[in-house]
């Protein structure tokens, strides 16, 4: 069962610049989606969030884009600092019942100063 | 800011042994949630628990594991019989509760885990 997928293992980007994490599903279904960050021995954050009625989320550095057509989504943080070196989660939801979150594999994104 | 809170945070066992973790959530969120990770795989989705009942329950949730809210604080996952394969990281969560229609995400507060080693 693979509904989300995040297909890169690991990302690395250097601070300053601009770090994109993608992120497709399969299931049109989904109602929301919403990305979640997740240090070592620490629990999964959350981050940022999209219903599937929008195409574009921002909140300070961090910008969620949806395309519904391709099933995809993406993950911008610019500017990419080191506190930002994580595991980031994307992760989806249906609008029914108790909303479980359904989560891809996850990327591990490292900063390089 | 409110937090949720697990213990114990690493237990080792035995095989065949019973298992209990805990979690304190969010005071004032009414759904709760039990994932986990094994080493180097995605975050699964065991439970959730609305109204002092199961509300959804995966494959993995099996007659080996139940869930509990004794006193109104803690929600527990219990697992009966440990095996091998239970070796992994579990999540607690906690949300308010989805807030009907399309007027936000049902975000998820987690736990920092509680990490099962079955030996």
């Known amino acids: 069962d693979q509904q989300v997928k995040q297909n890169s293992p690991s990302l690395s980007v250097q601070e300053g610049r601009i770090s994109i994490l993608n992120c497709d599903y399969t299931?049109?279904?989904?109602?929301?989606f919403l990305w979640y960050k997740k240090y070592p021995a620490e629990g999964p954050t959350f981050l940022i969030s999209i219903s599937s009625i929008k195409d574009k989320n921002e909140d300070g550095r961090f910008t969620v884009f949806l395309n519904k057509s391709a099933k995809h989504l993406s993950l911008h943080i610019v500017p990419s600092q080191p506190g930002d070196s994580a595991v980031y989660f994307c992760?989806?939801?249906f609008g029914q019942g108790a909303q479980k979150l359904v989560f891809g594999q996850g990327t591990r994104l490292t900063i390089n100063p | 800011e409110p937090e949720v809170t697990q213990t114990p945070s690493h237990q080792v066992t035995q095989m065949g042994q019973e298992v209990i973790l805990r979690c304190v959530p969010i005071?004032?969120?009414?759904?709760f949630y039990w994932y986990r990770q094994i080493l180097g795989q995605k975050v699964e989705f065991l439970v959730s628990?609305?109204?002092?009942?199961?509300?959804?329950k995966s494959e993995i949730f099996d007659d080996q594991f139940s869930v509990e809210r004794p006193d109104g604080s803690n929600f527990t996952l219990k697992i009966r019989s440990t095996k091998l394969e239970d070796s992994a990281m579990y999540f607690c969560?906690?949300?308010?509760?989805?807030?009907?229609?399309?007027?936000?995400?049902?975000?998820?507060?987690f736990g920092a885990g509680s990490r099962l080693t079955v030996l």
């Open positions: 005071s004032n969120h009414l759904y």
């Open positions: 628990f609305y109204n002092n009942e199961i509300s959804e």
């Open positions: 992760a989806a939801s």
């Open positions: 969560a906690s949300s308010v509760g989805p807030t009907g229609g399309r007027s936000g995400a049902n975000v998820l507060t």
């Open positions: 299931n049109s279904m989904f109602d929301y």
